[in-house]
């Protein structure tokens, strides 16, 4: 790459997404399910928030959806069971569940899709 590193890995200080695999986490949820996005005009269909304290490359918080609960919450603490890495984006997305539930690439796809639908991305486990 002519000595030129790619955006990725210029910043050593961004957290990486495939660390919290299979971890138990604390998020912050600061879109709940039932709430709009306060820019595009959609409903988030599950509760979306972040990990405290990490720095992803966008800049912000390493964001992280929260699949297998159906009530808002402002924080959860469960098990991360997959990484959606976007391919055309530098923001990857934890994905949440509680201990013990499992949810399959296609599930994860569909309950993810009113926002992931802009985006080409995989599902790494």
């Known amino acids: ?19 919290y695999l299979g971890k138990t986490i604390t998020i912050q949820i600061d879109r709940q399910l039932g709430s709009k996005h306060p820019k595009h005009n959609f409903i988030y269909k599950l509760n979306y928030g972040f990990v ?4 992803a490359p966008d800049g912000e918080e390493l964001d992280a959806y929260l699949l297998g609960v159906d009530i808002p919450v402002e ?21 949440v569940a509680p201990e013990g539930k499992e949810f399959s690439d296609d599930d ?14 995989e599902i790494v486990r």
């Open 108 to 121: 994860i796809r569909a309950l993810t899709h009113f926002q992931e639908q802009f985006f080409k991305s």
């Open 75 to 95: 924080t959860y603490t469960g098990r991360c069971i997959a990484v959606i890495h976007r391919t055309n984006d530098d923001d990857d997305k934890l994905v």
């Open 52 to 55: 405290p304290n990490t720095v």
């Open 1 to 19: 790459m002519n000595g030129i590193k790619s955006k990725q890995y210029m910043n050593d200080s961004h957290t990486n997404s495939t660390d």
